[in-house]
């Protein structure tokens, strides 16, 4: 049975919806993130979520593309208060749609901009995402849900997300055009497939996200890269050849 005893009342959650479709236009990636979003707003977690369409966030690796930017060309730059928000959450959720069998290009620059601030460091030392998790959740009418799975949660790992078990959860309907996952009669919200994996991909996130609050974050320990920039070298064997 599902542990109701376990508290997530103090969890921020973060759902950024990476549809190429600005409000208010239906989402079907929105749909199917509401199914996460209900099940943490029923145990208490605080839940946020923006379209990334909704706002400017030019191409850049700057956490900032309104300074520093070489040229003197500086466009309106909505990431700083957006990152900010995802900054502020214990789990990110990342949807996005499938197209050509890839993830949004919206999904791209929101991966790209996350980059650019991969230099920047938490009060540990370690990379600035550490001690959050991430998830992805994943529509369409055409294969892709595990490639983008595989692409979009190894790069929130690469930056220091850490992946719980069955992090992804997505649908498909028929191969080349058809209903979409909101569409009357598509069978979207009733796939089992789907909302079980929905079900895990939630539960899963408020669980880490638990345990890595309550221990204080990620544990520290030959992980501070702010050390190893100073000369540690964490039992490497190699330590000589330290530059």
Known sequence: MTDSTADFSNLKAVFVNCTLKPSPDTSNTQ???DNAIAIMESHGVSVDTFRLADYD???GVYPDMTENVPGGNRPHDDWPELSRRILEADILVVGTPIWLGEKSSVA???IERLYGLSGEL???GQFLFYGRTAGVMITGNEDGIKHISMNVLYSLQHLGYVIPPNAD??????VGPGPSYLDEGSGGPETEFTRRNTAFMAWNLM???AWLK????FPAGGNSSEEWSEGATFDHPNPEYRR
């Open 31 to 33: 749909g199917l993130m």
């Open 108 to 110: 791209t620059r929101l």
């Open 122 to 124: 938490n009060d540990r």
């Open 214 to 217: 309550a221990g204080g974050g």
């Open 207 to 209: 669980h880490t996200a």
């Open 169 to 174: 959860a997505g649908w498909v309907g028929p």
């Open 57 to 59: 966030v030019p191409a």
